[in-house]
């Protein structure tokens, strides 16, 4: 099965360097409405296509104009909301969001998923977990392609994590932009990248 993630277009949060992960969360700024839009022409979904989101706004209204008079099938699931970030809900300082970034060779280089990069976060470990499940659902679908719509922390955790031909370090320069596409094949257990947004893997690690 080809599963195409994608981040989210870009949010009103995003706008602000707000981090957040509560629901419902704020919805796409104008330009985020367009990069859906761009991204729907380039994708053309056909009416045989499946679009899965996470439940939070930004979430779900870039999928709904993925999907936007092609009659195709719209989920939601829940395990694909973003990264449970605790204290730092809300916060616009640099230092919130460097104190989220700073987790990443945290999870990924020193192999610490139990870490919790704020009080009342979640960890590395029940992130994948949530994560694991969505793909399982996705899986169970029993299509040749489907197409996921989450958000920039999971996803860069837990593709990172979970494909087994993408290195865990430097992280950052595998940034996930908005409206970026991590293209993976999963076979039910394993998941592989083909193509993380401008960058093509091959099939060894």
């Given at each position: ?38 991204l ?38 829940e ?18 969001r ?35 499940t ?23 955790l837990?593709?990172?994590h ?10 950052e ?18 998941l ?14």
């Open positions: 099965m080809l599963i195409h993630f994608i981040r989210h277009a870009e949010s009103a949060s995003n706008l602000t360097g707000t981090v957040t992960s509560k629901m419902p969360g704020t919805g796409l700024s104008a330009l985020g409405r367009e990069q859906a839009d761009k729907a022409v380039h994708l053309n979904l056909s009416e045989q296509d499946v679009v899965v989101s996470s439940p939070l706004r930004r979430a779900v209204e870039t999928a709904e104009r993925l999907v936007a008079k092609r009659g195709c099938q719209r989920i939601v699931l395990e694909l909301r973003e990264f449970e970030v605790g204290e730092l809900e809300g916060h616009t300082d640099q230092q919130a460097e104190r989220l970034w700073a987790a990443w060779p945290t999870w990924l280089d020193s192999g610490q998923l139990d870490h919790r990069p704020a009080e009342g976060s979640e960890s590395g470990r029940e992130a994948l977990a949530r994560f694991r969505s793909l399982a659902v996705v899986g169970q679908l029993g299509l040749e392609r489907a197409y996921v719509v989450s958000h920039g922390t999971l996803l860069q837990c593709l990172t979970d494909c087994v031909n993408v290195p865990t370090a430097d992280t320069d595998r940034w996930i932009p908005n409206t970026a596409v991590v293209t993976a094949v999963y076979d039910g257990t394993v592989m990248c083909r193509q993380w947004d401008t960058m093509t893997f091959g099939a060894s690690v």
